[in-house]
C-alpha cells in the first residue's frame, strides 16, 4: 500500500496536481511514519508547494530515520538554498 501511495506522488507531482500529489505522499507518512523515503517525498512535495518550511522537519525527519539517506541531505540543501 505504501509503495502505491508512493509511486502515485511520482506520477501525479505536475502542475495543478499537487493536491492530489500532497495527499499522496501524506498518506504514505501516515500508513508508515519509519520510513524514511516517504518523508523525503512529503518534503519534495510541500517544497514544489513553496511550502519550504513545513518540507525542512520532513527532510531532518528522515534523517533522523536513517542518517545514511543521502537524499535527504541533497533534498533538504535545495530547499534551504
Known amino acids: 500500500m ?6 502515485r506522488v511520482h506520477g501525479v507531482a505536475a502542475p495543478g ?3 492530489a500529489a500532497l495527499a499522496d505522499a501524506t498518506k504514505a507518512v501516515e500508513l508508515e511514519p519509519s ?3 516517504a518523508h523525503v517525498t512529503l518534503g519534495n512535495v510541500l517544497d514544489d508547494m513553496n511550502r519550504t518550511a ?3 522537519p520532513e527532510y531532518d525527519k528522515a534523517i533522523e530515520l536513517d542518517p545514511k539517506l543521502a537524499n535527504a541531505y541533497n533534498q533538504r540543501s535545495i530547499a534551504r538554498w
Open 2 to 7: 505504501l509503495q502505491h501511495h508512493r509511486r
Open 17 to 19: 496536481q499537487l493536491d
Open 35 to 37: 520510513d524514511a523515503p
Open 54 to 56: 513545513e518540507a525542512i
